[in-house]
């Protein structure tokens, strides 16, 4: 099944993903958008149709009538063709997790001194997490540890000390030592 009607990167393999990696509510939509400008988060916009792309930024995302703020390039006439484009595929990421939505309704503006790209706000919005719960890192500068009590080669226990390097609902990601830890 595929996520729009025009040719995306990204397919939903089944009927039931769509409720789960696609939103739709506005509000949600503006959200992550916002989230994103926050983030500063790099994006690759692709032309559709079509295979040229360009790395840009969202700049700012409005519930308004204003929508939303995408950097032009820096190419004058790529902006050209991009106001040509049917639409543009944008892919980013959040936290880790794959953000891609379709901009339609470019129109070039210049605000601030700069060329951007105003934009209708998508309809929908694909957020693929593909894991059941958010995953949290630790802070590098604060080390996050656990001690377990791993089996020895004498039968014995040995409590260990070591590094959590994310959390979530599900489960813990350790940092495991190269030797001398034995984890079964």
Avoid: W
Wanted: glycine letters at 6%; hydrophobic letters at 40%; a negative charge.
């Amino acid at each position: 099944m595929s996520i729009d009607q025009e040719d995306t990167r990204i397919e939903l393999i089944h009927a039931e993903d769509e409720a789960k990696y696609l939103l739709r509510d506005s509000r949600e939509i503006l959200a992550v958008l916002k989230n994103i400008v926050a983030a500063r988060a790099l994006v690759s916009a692709r032309l559709a149709p079509g295979r040229e792309s360009y790395l840009s930024a969202l700049i700012e995302a409005d519930d308004c009538d204003e929508g939303l703020l995408l950097d032009a390039s820096a190419d004058p006439a790529q902006n050209e063709r991009i106001l040509r484009a049917d639409a543009l595929d944008c892919v980013t990421q959040l936290d880790k997790v794959r953000i891609q939505f379709m901009l339609k309704g470019s129109r070039l503006v210049d605000e601030g001194g700069s060329p951007g790209f105003r934009c209708d706000l998508p309809d929908s919005l694909l957020r693929l997490q593909r894991r059941e719960f958010y995953r949290l890192q630790t802070p590098l500068s604060h080390a996050v540890t656990c001690t377990l009590a791993l089996p020895q080669a004498d039968g014995s226990r040995r409590n260990t000390e070591l590094r959590i390097l994310d959390i979530s609902g599900g489960g813990v990601a350790i940092a495991v030592p190269p030797v001398g830890v034995p984890f079964e």
